[in-house]
């Protein structure tokens, strides 16, 4: 029979649905039956597309004598960590307070007041490695319930008043300046790896947010050492395994330091990040990798995570079927020697096992290989690796694809439509700013309600029941507010405004600091609130940085006073941790530079109009605001008594409340922008 998770619309919870375990979501009503059965609560939070999710759910979850164990002892919760992610970092903050360490799956016993008192994360079903047999630890904690109630009590308190204790003051302090940010670059500095590219060892993550901070970091100072920081490691990664050399897009993570085997997952959010540093490293350089790696992974996420009503799925699996009925991580992707000959001959079999580092003994596991393009494969010739990257593709088009979690996630949906925006601007692909179009249309339209709250997620054209958290409302506005530069079209401004608002009205502290769920949600044993940057911005940065685009574009002295006061803990963090506040960094660089406010007006059909906004679009300025249309147009603030110069289409730059003299000439254009 199934359990109360066939109903929600969590694909990880949905694959929990038929487990003997007698699952609850996260929900007032599982705790008071836990209080109604006198019963700890044992909550598992994962998602997705987690390996080790699936193993422990495997080993566990689908056995009728752990579920037996779990159904008589305890209430059991199941949580999706990106669904829930104020849960999973109220817990996980306990979790690696507790142990000196975390990750998922994590398994947490709480009390039915939902205070933790004993942490975990994957257990196996029997004891190994050091680890106990998980029903030992059900065991365990059930006599402990029973027999050492106060000893639990007294443990769950403690945590819970450490956990309370942990609030954040930075805020108020001033912005980070030159002194700071210098010192972020040289700590950044000391932990680049040299010989591969990106910052310290393995398992190695591609560093999105940090990249982001080296170009604004050259494009303002002109700083050749950030500019080569970020073009070398941008260049490993797209040589390594880490990236999809046949389909394009990015995995996880690398387990090793040079790139070469990935943890085969595939997350909207690295795409999105990733796709829109390689647009930004073209504009930089020209570089034709960095031109093909950011259309390559546009056209990933369009083609493998778009889902039917326009918005963009959250991963892809790491494990698939691997032909012989085993789920087998990375099944999908890699390739022996024997499978090359077989799909393309003996011949070009040798020519693209060279190419692509296919070798006898594998550089991943059972004899296959992960594709690469080594540096030493010489000039190819591209027509023939053309042929040959068509061929495998479609022969790995027949293969049992991995399993793709569909949900929409507000925040990366948000990231997703900046990247595509700008990328499918700069790159001259007017089809990538439309599907970022009619993903930011399936926000408004099923995300957005009439007071313009968010809802964290949706799945099949159906919201789901979570509220928005500060990273959906500032990674939405974003991405509104690059579609807004890119279109023309002032409705996303305005929208970026409502969500902004909500920021400042909702989850802003005093002095500056801000909190990652609204003052109205639900109430948690913490308030979480975390600025540090992990796998996507922190919310309280890509806050910082949103807020501040919107000031540029209005005028608004709030919202540019919040992005200040918010950026006081990049100017207390920024030196010292640089790899774990990149994207606070980045926002810090556009505040030091301005940022500049372009405004471009003329005819939308001239072509002086068109050369002058082009132009403006390329320019590498930190968090450059454009406005572009008609002069005194409604459409934008900065386009308000901007006139023609001598009938000709003019563009105005302004930054730091100055303006320089307008021009019509996209060359000097060019020059005031830094190009």
Same mark, same amino acid.
């Given at each position: 029979?199934?359990?109360?998770?066939?109903?929600?619309?969590?694909?990880?919870?949905?694959?929990?649905?038929?487990?003997?375990?007698?699952?609850?979501?996260?929900?007032?009503?599982?705790?008071?039956?836990?209080?109604?059965?006198?019963?700890?609560?044992?909550?598992?939070?994962?998602?997705?597309?987690?390996?080790?999710?699936?193993?422990?759910?495997?080993?566990?979850?689908?056995?009728?004598?752990?579920?037996?164990?779990?159904?008589?002892?305890?209430?059991?919760?199941?949580?999706?960590?990106?669904?829930?992610?104020?849960?999973?970092?109220?817990?996980?903050?306990?979790?690696?307070?507790?142990?000196?360490?975390?990750?998922?799956?994590?398994?947490?016993?709480?009390?039915?007041?939902?205070?933790?008192?004993?942490?975990?994360?994957?257990?196996?079903?029997?004891?190994?490695?050091?680890?106990?047999?998980?029903?030992?630890?059900?065991?365990?904690?059930?006599?402990?319930?029973?027999?050492?109630?106060?000893?639990?009590?007294?443990?769950?308190?403690?945590?819970?008043?450490?956990?309370?204790?942990?609030?954040?003051?930075?805020?108020?302090?001033?912005?980070?300046?030159?002194?700071?940010?210098?010192?972020?670059?040289?700590?950044?500095?000391?932990?680049?790896?040299?010989?591969?590219?990106?910052?310290?060892?393995?398992?190695?993550?591609?560093?999105?947010?940090?990249?982001?901070?080296?170009?604004?970091?050259?494009?303002?100072?002109?700083?050749?050492?950030?500019?080569?920081?970020?073009?070398?490691?941008?260049?490993?990664?797209?040589?390594?395994?880490?990236?999809?050399?046949?389909?394009?897009?990015?995995?996880?993570?690398?387990?090793?330091?040079?790139?070469?085997?990935?943890?085969?997952?595939?997350?909207?959010?690295?795409?999105?990040?990733?796709?829109?540093?390689?647009?930004?490293?073209?504009?930089?350089?020209?570089?034709?990798?960095?031109?093909?790696?950011?259309?390559?992974?546009?056209?990933?996420?369009?083609?493998?995570?778009?889902?039917?009503?326009?918005?963009?799925?959250?991963?892809?699996?790491?494990?698939?079927?691997?032909?012989?009925?085993?789920?087998?991580?990375?099944?999908?992707?890699?390739?022996?020697?024997?499978?090359?000959?077989?799909?393309?001959?003996?011949?070009?079999?040798?020519?693209?096992?060279?190419?692509?580092?296919?070798?006898?003994?594998?550089?991943?596991?059972?004899?296959?290989?992960?594709?690469?393009?080594?540096?030493?494969?010489?000039?190819?010739?591209?027509?023939?690796?053309?042929?040959?990257?068509?061929?495998?593709?479609?022969?790995?088009?027949?293969?049992?694809?991995?399993?793709?979690?569909?949900?929409?996630?507000?925040?990366?949906?948000?990231?997703?439509?900046?990247?595509?925006?700008?990328?499918?601007?700069?790159?001259?692909?007017?089809?990538?700013?439309?599907?970022?179009?009619?993903?930011?249309?399936?926000?408004?339209?099923?995300?957005?309600?009439?007071?313009?709250?968010?809802?964290?997620?949706?799945?099949?054209?159906?919201?789901?029941?979570?509220?928005?958290?500060?990273?959906?409302?500032?990674?939405?506005?974003?991405?509104?507010?690059?579609?807004?530069?890119?279109?023309?079209?002032?409705?996303?401004?305005?929208?970026?405004?409502?969500?902004?608002?909500?920021?400042?009205?909702?989850?802003?502290?005093?002095?500056?600091?801000?909190?990652?769920?609204?003052?109205?949600?639900?109430?948690?044993?913490?308030?979480?609130?975390?600025?540090?940057?992990?796998?996507?911005?922190?919310?309280?940065?890509?806050?910082?940085? *949103? /807020?501040?685009?919107? !000031?540029? $574009?209005? %005028? =608004?002295?709030?919202?540019?006073? +919040? &992005?200040?006061?918010?950026? #006081?803990?990049?100017?207390?963090?920024?030196?010292?941790?640089?790899?774990?506040?990149?994207?606070?960094?980045?926002?810090?660089?556009?505040?030091?530079?301005?940022?500049?406010?372009?405004?471009?007006?003329?005819?939308?059909?001239?072509?002086?109009?068109? *050369? /002058?906004?082009?132009? !403006?679009? $390329?320019? %590498? =300025?930190?968090?450059?605001?454009? +406005? &572009?249309?008609?002069?005194? #147009?409604?459409?934008?603030?900065?386009?308000?008594?901007?006139?023609?110069?001598?009938?000709?289409?003019?563009?105005?730059?302004?930054?730091?409340?100055?303006?320089?003299?307008?021009?019509?000439?996209?060359?000097?254009?060019?020059?005031?922008?830094?190009?």
């Amino acid at each position: 029979m199934p359990n109360r998770l066939a109903h929600e619309t969590s694909p990880y919870l949905l694959q929990h649905a038929d487990n003997p375990v007698d699952w609850w979501p996260w929900s007032a009503q599982a705790f008071e039956e836990a209080r109604r059965r006198d019963v700890p609560v044992l909550l598992s939070v994962g998602y997705s597309s987690c390996h080790w999710c699936h193993v422990m759910a495997h080993e566990s979850f689908e056995d009728d004598t752990t579920a037996a164990l779990v159904n008589e002892h305890f209430v059991a919760v199941k949580v999706d960590r990106e669904e829930r992610p104020d849960v999973d970092a109220v817990y996980m903050e306990a979790v690696q307070a507790a142990t000196g360490q975390g990750g998922w799956p994590m398994t947490v016993f709480l009390t039915p007041d939902a205070e933790p008192f004993y942490f975990g994360t994957y257990f196996p079903p029997e004891a190994r490695h050091g680890m106990p047999a998980f029903s030992d630890v059900l065991d365990g904690v059930a006599r402990a319930w029973t027999e050492r109630r106060d000893e639990v009590g007294e443990v769950a308190g403690k945590i819970v008043k450490d956990l309370s204790a942990r609030s954040l003051a930075f805020g108020g302090d001033g912005f980070p300046g030159e002194t700071e940010l210098g010192q972020a670059l040289l700590g950044l500095t000391r932990d680049y790896d040299a010989t591969h590219g990106g910052f310290g060892g393995a398992p190695k993550f591609p560093p999105s947010m940090v990249l982001e901070f080296l170009l604004r970091h050259h494009a303002r100072t002109g700083a050749e050492g950030a500019l080569q920081m970020a073009a070398d490691t941008c260049e490993a990664m797209a040589r390594g395994g880490i990236y999809d050399q046949l389909g394009g897009g990015f995995a996880r993570y690398a387990v090793d330091r040079a790139w070469v085997v990935p943890h085969f997952e595939k997350m909207l959010y690295d795409n999105a990040l990733l796709c829109r540093v390689y647009a930004h490293l073209w504009r930089v350089t020209g570089s034709e990798l960095a031109r093909r790696v950011a259309l390559e992974t546009a056209d990933f996420m369009v083609r493998e995570l778009r889902t039917a009503e326009g918005g963009f799925a959250s991963a892809l699996d790491a494990d698939s079927d691997d032909g012989t009925g085993r789920h087998v991580e990375g099944a999908y992707y890699v390739w022996t020697p024997e499978q090359l000959t077989a799909v393309l001959g003996r011949d070009d079999a040798a020519y693209a096992a060279r190419y692509f580092g296919v070798t006898e003994e594998g550089t991943f596991e059972h004899g296959s290989s992960v594709l690469q393009l080594p540096q030493d494969a010489g000039v190819a010739d591209a027509e023939r690796i053309a042929s040959i990257k068509r061929r495998l593709l479609a022969a790995r088009d027949e293969r049992e694809r991995p399993g793709r979690d569909d949900k929409i996630v507000a925040a990366w949906n948000g990231l997703a439509i900046a990247a595509l925006a700008e990328t499918g601007a700069l790159l001259d692909r007017p089809d990538l700013v439309e599907r970022a179009t009619e993903a930011a249309d399936l926000l408004v339209r099923l995300h957005l309600d009439d007071s313009a709250r968010l809802t964290r997620t949706s799945k099949d054209g159906h919201a789901g029941a979570n509220a928005g958290v500060l990273e959906d409302y500032a990674d939405v506005a974003e991405g509104f507010l690059a579609l807004a530069s890119v279109t023309g079209e002032g409705v996303w401004l305005e929208f970026s405004g409502f969500l902004l608002d909500i920021v400042l009205d909702q989850f802003t502290a005093e002095g500056g600091a801000l909190y990652d769920t609204a003052h109205d949600a639900e109430p948690l044993i913490r308030r979480p609130q975390d600025p540090t940057d992990n796998a996507t911005p922190s919310g309280w940065s890509a806050a910082a940085g *949103a /807020l501040l685009s919107y !000031a540029a $574009h209005t %005028g =608004s002295e709030p919202h540019r006073n +919040a &992005a200040e006061a918010a950026l #006081g803990v990049v100017k207390a963090l920024g030196p010292r941790a640089p790899r774990f506040i990149g994207w606070g960094l980045a926002v810090a660089e556009a505040l030091l530079d301005g940022p500049r406010e372009i405004a471009v007006v003329g005819a939308p059909d001239d072509e002086g109009f068109r *050369a /002058l906004r082009r132009t !403006a679009l $390329h320019a %590498g =300025s930190p968090g450059a605001v454009l +406005a &572009a249309g008609l002069p005194d #147009g409604e459409e934008f603030p900065l386009l308000r008594d901007r006139p023609l110069v001598d009938g000709m289409a003019t563009a105005y730059v302004c930054r730091h409340f100055v303006c320089d003299a307008p021009t019509t000439d996209p060359e000097l254009l060019a020059r005031k922008l830094g190009h």
